[in-house]
Every structure is written in structure tokens, then in C-alpha cells.
């Protein structure tokens, strides 16, 4: 029941912390281990045990030391594994409760409410309130809420605390008994994702983001795959770096073929995000930038500056769909969505167009 240290480059990624049931709830980590946790270089306040994301929890220990300041209490809360601080704010209705100026200063008839007082019941509600959440040393506290690090010191900001009534034990010893089934059955066993699965998406992501940039700089207009296949070719373990890892040797794809199957699912990608497209599927496969097809902003601007002049369109403009039409019968019929959406927020960007409504835009 110890975490191992977490190397920042094993993190997973933060999107896929939601993933692991344990990020949603309060975890029933010893106190120790709470103390120990590596918090992430990703997000601040997010810890990690074997790879758990964790960021609340749920402590029950005995209040060893105390300080009390108008708006909140600081109790240390030891649970036999270690001493942690925790920091409850008071609730208004307890601070209302302490001070006799605000309490109790109202006087009420019986026979407005039908014997009933409901200011006399309140001020029961806050002292019983007052009792449960005012704690000595010695008395036994149950904390909820995040881990916070504050001056180099870990701590607790309590969401929920309550003292807890166990005259014969038997909440504590529940827990400890309930803990360690925890510890066994989640905690200790390290969050894994799929490993082949997540590899291939970051190869991927850094693909398609390789290619992107080299667009961008080299201000490209049209390319052929092969223009940027050799892009693509660190990123393909060699047979070298295969045999120096000690595996045996499995069966698969050749080098140039993940290369091929890589550049066709990056490809794929760009296309599906409108940063590039095929004017002409032909066997010469010729894909056009996006950004850089000037011909192609020429006939998105002509359509909204003609169409806009009818009456149908004049009031509201011409609706995505209708540009996107209007483009495929004069343009290109290869043209995605996501294409003419890169296309309009650009024009909108350099004041050529606006959008006068959801998904309408007039010329200008």
C-alpha cells in the first residue's frame, strides 16, 4: 500500500484522466499516502498513486491538534499511518450560532405559528451543528473535500467534516477493514490504458501535426503524398532500434508500409479537419491547402456577395449549407464542410465577410 514514484513522462494525458472511475470520487487513501502522492506537472492539484489521477479524498482519523480562526477551523487528523491538515471552513448558520448579537435576538409568539417556532428550531439546528463541527483533541473526525499543497505542507480543504460518535469502535474498525479491500481491489493496481492503442494515436497526432507546420512555413499550396512522405519517416521505429529493444522478433508490416498506412491515416485526418482536400479525385492524387487555395476564397466570397443580393437572403444572408451547395456546383464538388467553415472564419477574420445570425453570413 505504498505509491510507487511517478516519472512526469509515464503521466497519462490529462484527457484521458476521466477514464479511470477513481478521478470522480473520493478516495480512501491513507493519510501516508496522501503525503506521498507526486502531484502532476500537467495540472496543478492533481495527484497521482500508481498512476491514479486523484484529486479529493476521504479521510477518518483523530483530531490530534486544533486552531480556530473566525472563518474556519485547522484540525490536525491522524488516522495511524500519518498526520495530515485540514482546513473546514464554518458555515453561516455556525457562525450566526457563535455570536450571541446574532442569535436569539428576535422574539417570536407560539401562537403566530401554531405553537411552532421556527427561529427557536433554527438556533437548535445551529447549535447541534456547532457541536458536531467543533471538535476537541482526542475526538474522531470524518473529512471530505481536495488536496491542496500550501507553503510546501499537504493538506486537506474540507468540502464535508463531522465529528463521528463511535463509543465502541465500530465505524473505525469497519473502515480499516474496508480500506485495505480497497487498496487491493483499485488503489494498488496501476491505471493502464491501452498501450498499442494510445501509441498509435500520439504517432498520429505528432504526424499530422508535423505535417501541418511544415505547410504552414513552407506556405504550401498543393502537394502530392510523396511530397511529404519523408516527413513521416521518424517516426517509423527502424529495423535497428526493433533489435536493440530484446524482443523476439514478431511478424508485421515492413517499414514502408506503416510509412504508407501512417501518411493515408494522416492524410485521412487533415481532410476530415478541412486543412486540406482534393479538388480533383483523379489517380493523381493532388491534395489542396485549405488556407492557401486563393481560387477557392475567390468563389466562397463571390457566392455571398451575389447571393446576398437576393431577397431571400438579404435580410438574414446566405446559410452555410447554401454557401457549401453553392461551392460544390461551382467550385469543386470535394469540398468538406470543414473546409468552407476554415474558409468563412478566415474571411471573417480579414473583415470580408460577416456573420449575422448562427451559421448566415453576408459580404461586406
Same mark, same amino acid.
Given at each position: 500500500?505504498?505509491?510507487?514514484?511517478?516519472?512526469?513522462?509515464?503521466?497519462?494525458?490529462?484527457?484521458?484522466?476521466?477514464?479511470?472511475?477513481?478521478?470522480?470520487?473520493?478516495?480512501?487513501?491513507?493519510?501516508?499516502?496522501?503525503?506521498?502522492?507526486?502531484?502532476?506537472?500537467?495540472?496543478?492539484?492533481?495527484?497521482?498513486?500508481?498512476?491514479?489521477?486523484?484529486?479529493?479524498?476521504?479521510?477518518?482519523?483523530?483530531?490530534?491538534?486544533?486552531?480556530?480562526?473566525?472563518?474556519?477551523?485547522?484540525?490536525?487528523?491522524?488516522?495511524?499511518?500519518?498526520?495530515?491538515?485540514?482546513?473546514?471552513?464554518?458555515?453561516?448558520?455556525?457562525?450566526?450560532?457563535?455570536?450571541?448579537?446574532?442569535?436569539?435576538?428576535?422574539?417570536?409568539?407560539?401562537?403566530?405559528?401554531?405553537?411552532?417556532?421556527?427561529?427557536?428550531?433554527?438556533?437548535?439546528? *445551529?447549535?447541534? /451543528? $456547532?457541536?458536531?463541527?467543533?471538535? =476537541?483533541?482526542?475526538?474522531?473526525?470524518?473529512?471530505? #473535500?481536495? %488536496?491542496?499543497?500550501?507553503?510546501?505542507?499537504?493538506?486537506?480543504?474540507?468540502?464535508?467534516?463531522?465529528?463521528?460518535?463511535?463509543?465502541?469502535?465500530?465505524?473505525?474498525?469497519?473502515?480499516?477493514?474496508?480500506?485495505?479491500?480497497?487498496?487491493?481491489?483499485?488503489?494498488?493496481?496501476?491505471?493502464?490504458?491501452?498501450?498499442?492503442?494510445?501509441?498509435?494515436?500520439?504517432?498520429?497526432?505528432?504526424?499530422?501535426?508535423?505535417?501541418?507546420?511544415?505547410?504552414?512555413?513552407?506556405?504550401?499550396?498543393?502537394?502530392?503524398?510523396?511530397?511529404?512522405?519523408?516527413?513521416?519517416?521518424?517516426?517509423?521505429?527502424?529495423?535497428?532500434?526493433?533489435?536493440?529493444?530484446?524482443?523476439?522478433?514478431?511478424?508485421?508490416?515492413? *517499414?514502408?508500409? /506503416? $510509412?504508407?498506412?501512417?501518411?493515408? =491515416?494522416?492524410?485521412?485526418?487533415?481532410?476530415?479537419? #478541412?486543412? %486540406?482536400?482534393?479538388?480533383?479525385?483523379?489517380?493523381?492524387?493532388?491534395?489542396?491547402?485549405?488556407?492557401?487555395?486563393?481560387?477557392?476564397?475567390?468563389?466562397?466570397?463571390?457566392?455571398?456577395?451575389?447571393?446576398?443580393?437576393?431577397?431571400?437572403?438579404?435580410?438574414?444572408?446566405?446559410?452555410?449549407?447554401?454557401?457549401?451547395?453553392?461551392?460544390?456546383?461551382?467550385?469543386?464538388?470535394?469540398?468538406?464542410?470543414?473546409?468552407?467553415?476554415?474558409?468563412?472564419?478566415?474571411?471573417?477574420?480579414?473583415?470580408?465577410?460577416?456573420?449575422?445570425?448562427?451559421?448566415?453570413?453576408?459580404?461586406?
Amino acid at each position: 500500500m505504498q505509491a510507487a514514484a511517478v516519472d512526469p513522462a509515464d503521466e497519462p494525458p490529462s484527457m484521458l484522466w476521466g477514464l479511470d472511475p477513481i478521478f470522480s470520487a473520493f478516495a480512501r487513501l491513507f493519510v501516508r499516502d496522501i503525503l506521498q502522492m507526486t502531484e502532476s506537472t500537467q495540472v496543478p492539484g492533481i495527484y497521482f498513486y500508481n498512476l491514479h489521477p486523484i484529486y479529493k479524498v476521504d479521510v477518518l482519523g483523530t483530531v490530534v491538534y486544533k486552531r480556530e480562526r473566525d472563518d474556519f477551523f485547522c484540525y490536525g487528523v491522524d488516522d495511524g499511518t500519518g498526520v495530515i491538515n485540514c482546513l473546514c471552513w464554518k458555515s453561516n448558520l455556525l457562525k450566526e450560532a457563535e455570536d450571541p448579537n446574532k442569535s436569539g435576538t428576535k422574539k417570536h409568539s407560539d401562537a403566530d405559528h401554531g405553537g411552532f417556532d421556527p427561529v427557536a428550531e433554527l438556533k437548535k439546528l *445551529g447549535q447541534a /451543528q $456547532l457541536k458536531r463541527c467543533r471538535l =476537541e483533541i482526542g475526538e474522531l473526525v470524518r473529512v471530505r #473535500g481536495p %488536496v491542496k499543497t500550501s507553503r510546501q505542507q499537504r493538506e486537506i480543504m474540507a468540502s464535508t467534516y463531522y465529528k463521528v460518535d463511535d463509543p465502541v469502535m465500530a465505524i473505525q474498525i469497519a473502515w480499516m477493514m474496508e480500506v485495505p479491500q480497497l487498496y487491493r481491489q483499485f488503489y494498488d493496481k496501476r491505471f493502464q490504458i491501452n498501450a498499442a492503442g494510445y501509441s498509435a494515436e500520439r504517432s498520429i497526432n505528432k504526424a499530422a501535426n508535423i505535417i501541418q507546420d511544415f505547410l504552414k512555413q513552407k506556405l504550401v499550396t498543393k502537394f502530392r503524398p510523396y511530397d511529404v512522405q519523408d516527413l513521416l519517416q521518424p517516426l517509423i521505429p527502424s529495423r535497428h532500434q526493433a533489435q536493440s529493444a530484446e524482443q523476439e522478433p514478431v511478424a508485421g508490416p515492413s *517499414g514502408c508500409q /506503416q $510509412l504508407s498506412q501512417l501518411l493515408k =491515416e494522416v492524410l485521412q485526418i487533415l481532410q476530415n479537419e #478541412g486543412v %486540406v482536400y482534393r479538388k480533383v479525385k483523379s489517380q493523381d492524387e493532388m491534395y489542396h491547402v485549405t488556407t492557401q487555395d486563393k481560387d477557392l476564397f475567390i468563389a466562397v466570397k463571390d457566392i455571398i456577395r451575389e447571393d446576398s443580393k437576393r431577397e431571400k437572403y438579404a435580410e438574414k444572408g446566405c446559410h452555410v449549407l447554401h454557401i457549401l451547395s453553392a461551392v460544390r456546383q461551382r467550385y469543386s464538388l470535394n469540398v468538406s464542410k470543414a473546409a468552407l467553415e476554415l474558409v468563412l472564419k478566415t474571411l471573417e477574420c480579414d473583415s470580408d465577410i460577416i456573420s449575422t445570425s448562427d451559421s448566415h453570413y453576408i459580404a461586406i
